[in-house]
């Protein structure tokens, strides 16, 4: 799975690389703050929170229909959702304003070069999601009976790996049931992560939600197939059986729609 573990931490991929990249820029500017002038130790904070702010307001603004219905979710930053070229634009007008002479923006350059090439490199050695295909196993259901994950061909699948104790798996678990209640051209199937029948049914009446398909997964056999190191997990099945995408952590109502519109498009 394109995630990346550091001890007991469970980053996604391209979070990993942006903190890398973050790490990196913060590292050079400390040594030019030292050697050539101080002001790029304050620069260097205006350049991180602006355009952390100006990418995740521009992602705001293009999925404002879907923000509006909860404005407080705008502040969710570790849901994922920035738009970067509105933070690259933040880059540029800091390097701009905030640096007054040829030679400082001349100096500047290293560390945001420096930043963007480890961004890359990161996210290009650990970001790509591998070609798995579904297993060939059944499981039990929530309903009663097995269900063969690989036994309708043809549709495009979710698959969301979640337990009742992960914090995140609860917050976007409403959402996530209402999707796939709008979503009849694609199966939904939450696969519940080595915990009890009683466990799972006094959670979802409690919540209130309706899920068509709730699976067993005991042992943890659907994360061992993707390599999935943490909790929730969400995973995107092309109608081919195949991997098209793994997102680990809790996901945004716009980035589940918008992995949802490519798994469409590629099965038309």
Same mark, same amino acid.
């Given at each position: 799975?394109?995630?990346? !573990? ?6 996604? *991929?391209?979070?990993?690389? &942006?903190?890398? @990249? ?13 050697? &050539?002038?101080? %002001? ?12 952390? *702010?100006?990418?995740?307001? @521009?992602? &705001?603004?293009?999925?404002? %229909? ?13 849901? @994922? ?20 002479? =040829? %030679? ?10 420096? *930043? ?7 996210? %290009?050695? !650990?970001?790509?999601?591998? !070609? ?50 709008? !979503? *009849? ?6 696969? +519940? ?11 979802? =009446? +409690? ?60 099965? +038309?």
């Amino acid at each position: 799975m394109n995630a990346v !573990s550091i001890g007991p931490l469970v980053l996604a *991929a391209d979070r990993f690389a &942006v903190i890398l @990249g973050m790490f990196v820029f913060i590292l050079i500017t400390g040594l030019l703050a030292r050697r &050539v002038d101080e %002001r790029f130790l304050p620069w260097s904070w205006w350049v991180l929170l602006g355009s952390i *702010a100006a990418a995740r307001l @521009g992602h &705001v603004l293009i999925h404002w %229909r879907i923000f509006a219905q909860d404005p407080i979710r705008a502040f969710a930053f570790w849901e @994922g959702g920035f738009f970067w070229p509105a933070g690259l634009a933040a880059v540029l007008l800091c390097l701009l304003v905030g640096l007054r002479t =040829a %030679r400082q923006r001349l100096w500047a350059l290293l560390p945001l070069t420096a *930043a963007l090439v480890v961004w890359n490199t990161a996210w %290009r050695i !650990s970001g790509t999601a591998p !070609s798995i295909s579904l297993p060939a196993i059944a499981l039990e259901t929530l309903a009663g009976g097995d269900h063969e994950l690989d036994g309708t061909p043809g549709i495009p699948k979710v698959i969301n790996l979640w337990a009742t104790w992960c914090p995140p798996c609860r917050r976007e678990m409403p959402m996530m049931a209402e999707i796939a209640n709008d !979503s *009849a051209d694609i199966d939904f199937v939450f696969a +519940n992560q080595g915990e009890s029948r009683a466990a799972i049914e006094n959670y979802l =009446a +409690n919540a209130e939600i309706a899920l068509d398909l709730v699976l067993f997964d005991r042992f943890g056999d659907l994360a061992r197939h993707y390599g999935a190191p943490g909790l929730p997990a969400t995973l995107f099945i092309d109608a081919e059986g195949m991997l098209q995408h793994a997102h680990l952590g809790e996901i945004s109502r716009e980035n589940l729609l918008s992995r949802l519109s490519g798994l469409r498009t590629k099965s +038309n």
